[in-house]
């Protein structure tokens, strides 16, 4: 072949051309410590990375839900603790009324104490939390979802811990009408509620463990995603430096045959 | 055989080394003229005189040499295959251009990313859902709601400025391109005069011809005088001979170039724009919409990078192909300042030679004339 000046000049302007711009993508590369500048670098990789960060922004926000039902399930809990403790004393009082040798005034007392506690109750039955009911209505329950398709239900409908219609008030109430009597109360009755309500603090119970398992499992499987991500987005760079490091040397190379290209030619040869 | 016959055959030999001289200059000094294709002088010797010889038929004396013409060396085959590798590079590198920075508004800043604020409203929504009587959680969703609006309307705005700024584009290419026509016409009409033996002329014409090509697909052929006719891929006239028969206009029949390359990056834009809308209307607070939205907005990116992950790779094939043909050309038709040095030598010996031969017939007539009969 035949080789013109103009060639070679734009032979060595071109490769030299080629070596910078292969140095910049690296040297951005290098930079921003992120493989993947631009969607056409691997359109499957930012995909990826695009889900990897959307799974990751839903888990922050599972996580915040997950606070927010471990703060339901908490209260609930501790107002049922509460509710037994009343109701415990109700049963004390109860086992004191039956007892038959007893100064009428002494019943005027029990069931002026009675009452306090049934306020007490009532007012701790109809707790909320910015305005919702820790033991609504069937059909009013509060779910809130803590993973992709996972709903824990975070409140008591008032049937579990309380009863139907002769449930725990219904008891109390009857207590207290026994007491204006001058009748013995009904143990048994005030017994069943009691269980019930020990019953219920079980189930929160249950609720509260399996928010925690849900919780654990998605800590292991953010720390997977960060991890898968990285190994998509982030630079290795003991990798890239090196890889630099070799393009430089070419485009050294490159200018130094360059300049050794032109040195010489016939004219410096003829007088 | 006339007597002055040695002084003819000198005078001969200095004036075609002359022009040898002269042309070798003309082309060292334009080694490095964009387009410039080196010339060569073709010189052939003159026609013999009779001589009387005692065998018939009688010899035939050689009477020097004359120029018949000044040449460039130039591959017409390269040329036509460079003009088409350029029209499909230039189609490729501007749609690779618009694409490149179609990714870089979807890329966004970290704030300014679409899929950040779909994800910042479906939080905002999810919160909400979770607290339903906090009006904090409620202010935050419609203060999502507006900037995701924000950044979707950022979005269309950069991408509208990008179409803006490729039809202004392609404006001032086509303008461009019929300036190109004009001046080719022009540049026949000189070659015409000349009786198409004005390569410089010609060289600037085709260099013309190389801008020309990558703006538009175009089919050149040659004609009488040295001229060419300048025709479209699908046989639309432009130029013929020393006349511009048509101008491009926005309906041109144009088949491949940069102007072909800029409808294409309008056609892909106007495709992303519209995907982007149906994204954005179907878009609402429920969370399986927001999900969706997501997913499409993944599915165009991904599209997106895929898309300018191809016309990438054909871009840099395409250049690699043209570059290569350029570089075969270049070795037709460039200079090369070692042959030109040799070629000096070479027409200065021829030229001395000459000058010689002529002093050496002045000493014969010299001899004729003051010795000879005195």
Redesign the interface.
């Known amino acids: 072949m035949r080789i013109s000046h103009q060639m070679l000049h734009n032979q060595s302007t071109q490769r030299l051309q080629q070596s910078s711009v292969r140095m910049a993508d690296t040297f951005a590369q290098a930079s921003s410590g992120k493989k993947l500048l631009r969607p056409s670098d691997s359109p499957h990789g930012t995909v990826q990375a695009m889900k990897l960060k959307q799974q990751l922004g839903e888990m922050e926000q599972y996580k915040t839900n997950q606070s927010q039902s471990a703060l339901f399930l908490d209260e609930v809990d501790n107002k049922l603790q509460n509710m037994s403790r009343i109701l415990q004393r109700v049963q004390e009082l109860g086992v004191q009324a039956n007892n038959d040798v007893m100064f009428s005034g002494e019943r005027d007392v029990i069931q002026n104490e009675l009452a306090e506690l049934t306020k007490e109750l009532q007012s701790l039955a109809s707790s909320d939390i910015n305005g919702e009911k820790l033991f609504p209505q069937v059909g009013a329950e509060k779910q809130i979802i803590v993973g992709k398709g996972v709903a824990v239900e975070v409140t008591l409908t008032a049937m579990t811990p309380f009863g139907g219609e002769d449930g725990l008030f219904a008891t109390v109430s009857e207590m207290s009408a026994k007491l204006a009597a001058n009748e013995h109360v009904d143990l048994d009755g005030l017994q069943t509620s009691f269980d019930r309500l020990t019953d219920a603090l079980a189930v929160v119970g249950a609720r509260k463990n399996r928010l925690d398992s849900i919780q654990g499992r998605m800590e292991d499987s953010k720390l997977e995603n960060t991890k898968m991500l990285s190994k998509i987005e982030d630079v290795d760079f003991a990798e890239i430096l090196t890889k630099l490091k070799s393009e430089e040397a070419v485009y050294q190379a490159g200018l130094s045959a360059t300049s050794k290209l032109f040195t010489s030619s016939l004219v410096d040869y003829l007088r | 055989m006339s007597t002055f016959q040695g002084l003819e055959v000198g005078k001969r030999g200095i004036s075609t080394a002359q022009t040898q001289l002269n042309t070798t200059g003309h082309n060292m000094t334009n080694?490095?003229t964009p387009g410039y294709s080196?010339q060569n002088v073709q010189s052939s010797a003159t026609n013999p005189n009779r001589v009387f010889t005692s065998q018939s038929p009688n010899a035939q004396l050689g009477s020097g040499v004359l120029t018949d013409a000044i040449v460039r060396l130039r591959d017409q085959f390269l040329d036509t295959k460079f003009w088409g590798q350029n029209g499909h590079a230039s189609e490729l590198s501007v749609q690779a251009e618009a694409?490149?920075e179609l990714?870089?508004w979807?890329?966004g800043t970290e704030d300014g990313n679409l899929?950040?604020a779909m994800?910042d409203v479906?939080?905002a929504a999810?919160?909400v859902?979770?607290?339903?009587?906090?009006e904090a959680a409620k202010a935050v969703f419609t203060e999502r709601m507006n900037s995701f609006s924000a950044t979707v309307q950022q979005l269309s705005q950069d991408v509208a400025g990008l179409t803006t700024r490729l039809e202004s584009r392609e404006t001032m290419e086509r303008q461009q391109a019929n300036d190109l026509l004009k001046s080719i016409a022009g540049l026949n009409d000189v070659i015409y005069r000349s009786g198409g033996r004005d390569n410089d002329a010609m060289d600037q014409r085709d260099n013309l011809i190389d801008k020309l090509s990558g703006l538009a697909g175009i089919q050149v052929t040659a004609i009488e005088k040295g001229m060419v006719n300048i025709r479209l891929q699908d046989g639309t006239s432009l130029v013929a001979g020393r006349s511009v028969e048509s101008e491009l206009t926005a309906t041109s029949p144009i088949a491949s170039g940069t102007l072909t390359g800029i409808d294409k990056a309008f056609a892909a834009i106007e495709d992303f724009q519209t995907k982007l809308q149906t994204l954005t209307s179907n878009f609402d607070q429920n969370s399986p919409s927001i999900d969706a939205a997501?997913a499409s907005?993944?599915?165009l990116?991904?599209?997106?990078?895929?898309?300018?992950?191809g016309i990438?790779r054909a871009t840099e094939t395409a250049l690699l192909a043209k570059?290569g043909t350029?570089?075969d050309r270049?070795?037709?038709?460039?200079?090369?300042?070692?042959e030109e040095?040799?070629n000096l030598?070479k027409y200065q010996h021829a030229y001395n030679a000459a000058a010689r031969l002529v002093s050496t017939t002045d000493e014969l007539l010299e001899t004729i004339i003051n010795r000879m009969g005195v």
């Open positions: 080694a490095a080196r694409l490149s990714e870089r979807v890329q899929q950040q994800q479906w939080k999810e919160t859902r979770a607290n339903p009587n906090d997501i907005w993944q599915q990116v991904g599209e997106l990078g895929t898309k300018a992950d990438n570059n350029d570089r270049q070795s037709v038709m460039g200079v090369s300042l070692d040095m040799s030598i």
